[in-house]
């Protein structure tokens, strides 16, 4: 099996096609000859994990150079391809009933970053420019919708704009799906507009209570979603953040999303 093979499997290709858009005609001829955009999606799954530069790329033997994957890669980004290739992907899930709704958790993690859109000053590394990134996963760890702000955000104000987040999904039966049956969150989302918030919407809510319940009670169910966040940053272009634009950043974040759905696909 060739490394293009390996990067992007068929079943992920197959997906995959469903959302690219289509190379552009040239009716004149002539220019250089156009990667597939199999190799280049392989060459950016690359980059994604295993962390290299796009200068560093054509040492892969990939076939498409470092400028090339990233042009691609910013064209992809603005027709909103990977938030697409997401989609699909949870809709594959959703009729096989491997999405657990019952219980959904929502967490974040900080990371170091150079300066640029949605980044600030981290209070917990000594006031370092850093991004955080923040999480909702269903009951067995599946990402269902990622957002990215800067470290100084408190993690309180992503809980609103990540349960919007979350794209309605095909369901086994019925309607297609968004609101998870309960969200479970620490203490640093123990806020009476945000209790209400979900109650409004009859998403039933399990946050734990400052100053009067120990963190570990909820860590037995939220272990999941800190498991999810150690795969994203498992992928070595997440460790830290390099990319000054902050769509490019979360583009990454969102290219790492189906990859962790995707294996649970093949399972």
Known sequence: ??????????????????????????????????????????????????????????????????????????????????AKLHRVVLDELGPRADLDWSRCAIDSVNMRALKGDLTGPNPVDRGKYGSKIHLITERIGLPLSVGVSGANVHDSQA?????????????????????????????????RHLRQWLAQRAIRHRIALKGIEPSQRLARHRWTADRTMARLTGCRRLHRRYERKADHFLAFTSIARPLIRYRRLTK
């Open 1 to 82: 099996m060739g490394i293009v093979e390996r990067l992007v499997p068929d079943e992920l290709w197959q997906l995959f096609q469903h959302v690219v858009p289509e190379a552009p005609s040239r009716p004149q001829g002539g220019g250089r000859r156009r990667y597939g955009d199999c190799e280049v999606l392989a060459a950016i799954v690359f980059v994604e994990t295993s962390g290299c530069t796009w200068q560093q790329l054509s040492a892969a033997s990939l076939g498409p150079s470092g400028a090339t994957a990233h042009r691609r890669f910013t064209e992809w980004t603005k027709a909103r391809v990977w």
């Open 159 to 191: 809980l609103i704009p990540l349960v919007k987040g979350i794209p309605p999904i095909r369901s086994r039966r019925g309607p297609r799906r968004r609101k998870p049956g309960k969200l479970r969150a620490d203490k640093g989302y123990d806020y």
